[in-house]
């Protein structure tokens, strides 16, 4: 709760608010699965309406012409802040009632004779209705507060988990870094491998990259975490038998500001140089261009070995090691009971997995958001279905800060009624 200079007391924006971690708890708590639902939710009416009354006050505040330039720099700063706030409801509400009046003319469009036109009112009236939810999305979007580190860069790993026989978690590991490097290529990012250690029949044990653009971190979030694959493997006894297998592979996403400002002792470190294991030309298997770094305080671990140069595979892994130590300066900040690291990955268990990729019946499901997508050969080419499945985790996060931060707004004013 915020009391403003001048007197009026407000309760605290979720634009004051440095950071939310949407939960993702659809099967657990209430939630509002649909963005004009929540709209409508009386806790999001009331707080709309309290900013408007502070939209009007401040505005009001700043024509009197009274105050210092400290006072009017405040003022204006929050009058800016709440303005689009407060155009996007005022939107919103218009486009409710006229809604509610197409509605009322259908009732009344009943006879055959205005058939034609009933259908029309109909089609306005459906036209409407994806406008208020395209607002409404707008809206979210404005109350919750941007992550901090939603536009920075990040280092994508990939990491091939356990299964029972056959190679399946190898494969659907290269798939999915492929995934990855095509979903960078379709949002037009620069993709760059840091290191990449594939399997022995065609797969991959572990890569990772660096990964830079518009709004990279935001998008790539929640991919963190551990995917299930259950396919029959294309080749082997499984195959013949038609056994369905089930595997895992993990993804870590760290957030990597342009400017990562963490000093590396070099007395701190230990750098080993080896031969490249990957495809990257004659060098490969023929000079120690590969270079390992290990931080011994923390006992982190990099490596790189895709470029041709030994010094420019250092200078990579360096870039890398700078991320892992910056992410854990970011978890400290944050006090946080567990490293992000360790969130994600967890124990490669199944049943802390994020998605499952089903092949057998070309379904992949997202299961914080209970959300099907179909073909998954479209969602693997890193493309439209899986920005589609993205946004559909971005808009549900949204809705669900919000939410959080209604629910806690009305503990606050009962326990202080």
Known sequence: VGLHNHGFWRPKSLLDT???????????????????????????????????????????????????????????????????????????????????????????????????????????KEALDKKMSVLCRKLFQLLVPKEKYDRSPVILEVTAGRTTGGDICQQFTKEMFEMYQNYADYKRWTFDIVNYTPAEIGGLHHAAAHISGEDVYKHLKYEGGTHRVQRIPETGMSSRMQRIHTGTMSVIVLPQPEEVDVKVDPKDLRIDTFRAKGAGGQHVNKTDSAVRIIHLPTGLAVECQQERSQQMNKEKALQTLRAKLYQQIIEKQLSEEQSARKLQLGTRAQSERIRTYNFTQ????????????????????????????????????????????????????????
Not at 39 to 45: C, D, N
Not at 73 to 82: E, S
Not at 363 to 380: C, F, G, K, P, Q
């Open 18 to 124: 440095a950071r939310f971690t949407p939960s993702f708890n659809s099967c657990r708590r209430k939630n509002h699965q649909d963005s004009q639902d929540l709209w409508k939710h009386e806790a999001v009416q009331k707080y709309l309406e309290t900013l408007s009354k502070e939209y009007q006050e401040v505005s009001h505040l700043l024509n009197a012409d009274s105050f210092n330039d400290f006072e009017q720099r405040t003022l204006r700063r929050r009058c800016a802040n709440l303005s689009p706030i407060v155009a996007a409801f005022q939107e919103i509400k218009e486009a409710e009632r006229e809604a509610q009046e197409l509605e009322a003319m259908c009732r009344e469009l009943d006879s055959r004779d205005e058939k034609q036109l009933l259908e029309l009112a109909l089609e306005e």
């Open 362 to 417: 070309d379904r992949v499901t997202d299961h914080r958001i209970s959300y099907d997508a179909r073909n998954i050969r479209e969602i693997l080419s890193g493309k439209e279905a899986l920005d589609k499945l993205i946004n559909r985790l971005l808009e549900f996060a949204e809705k669900e800060a919000v939410t959080e931060y209604l629910e806690k707004l009305q503990a606050f004013e009962e326990e202080n009624c």
